[in-house]
């Protein structure tokens, strides 16, 4: 099993690769992509989706974890992540991964037990976990990284 | 020149391709695409996106065509458009396509001379102009040919 984890965005996609190692979750590689700003949507989107088509090659991912997508703040911004998220499930499928989705509670639960965790409580969480996470990285990137371990945890437990 | 134009949406996708042919526009094709509902939206997308690489490869198109996003009625559909949409721009400028985006107003401007028309004066108007436009069609499929009137429209003139 390896998950390939996305954080959707066009300033910022965060993404990681995990596996689940000999007893505990590896992290394999994370990142934060970013598009060019002041460009058209649809050339960031291109940007965006060809840098992950080929992360889906190199890592060869079974799943596809994603956060479910959430209304409660600017729709504007709402709409631009769900574009994103939509190309990012078109590729995921299209590179035959299985996609889970979790909702952003499911997510701070899996990773510190408690469903309504700050940020940094999540950020240490997250290092704690996977002491192979950078140290400094966007959170955009530790985002993707939980989401990633929210997946193994779920899916190594039958759900 | 060659126009795909899209209407996205995951119940009903309205597909058209036209052409500026001898004297005026021609309409090569139209259809409405759908998907299974009740089933996971990444499979919908998927079943979507699979249709409208096929016809991104029959007709080699040189623009895609499509309407921005309008954010004023139903959040949860305004988010479900967008995710399509987001595909819809990927697969778009992943085949070479030009992406032109008008909004609502400017199709139909460029169909019936008015920016407030009804839905059945843009359809007797799209039949007007394309006398071979399917009599009975969903709305989503008008839309689409629309939408392609558009851009033929803009684009010939340099716009």
Chains 1, 2 share one sequence.
Do not use: W
């Amino acid at each position: 099993m390896r998950v390939l984890a996305i954080d959707p965005g066009f300033d910022r996609l965060g993404v990681a690769v995990l596996e689940r190692g000999e007893g505990r979750e590896r992290l394999m590689y994370s990142a934060c992509l970013g598009s060019q700003r002041g460009t058209p949507l649809p050339e960031r989107l291109h940007e965006l989706g060809v840098a992950l088509a080929a992360l889906f090659k190199t890592h060869q991912p079974t799943h596809l974890a994603i956060e479910t997508l959430f209304f409660n703040k600017n729709v504007k911004t709402a709409i631009d992540v769900a574009q994103a998220r939509g190309m990012v499930l078109y590729l995921a499928r299209a590179a035959g991964a299985i996609v889970c989705e979790y909702s952003p509670q499911a997510v701070k639960i899996a990773v510190t037990g408690y469903g309504k965790s700050d940020k940094a409580s999540m950020t240490a969480m997250v290092r704690r976990l996977l002491p192979e996470a950078p140290t400094l990285a966007q959170d955009d990137e530790y985002d993707a990284i939980a989401v990633g371990i929210t997946c193994l945890a779920h899916v190594g437990r039958g759900r």
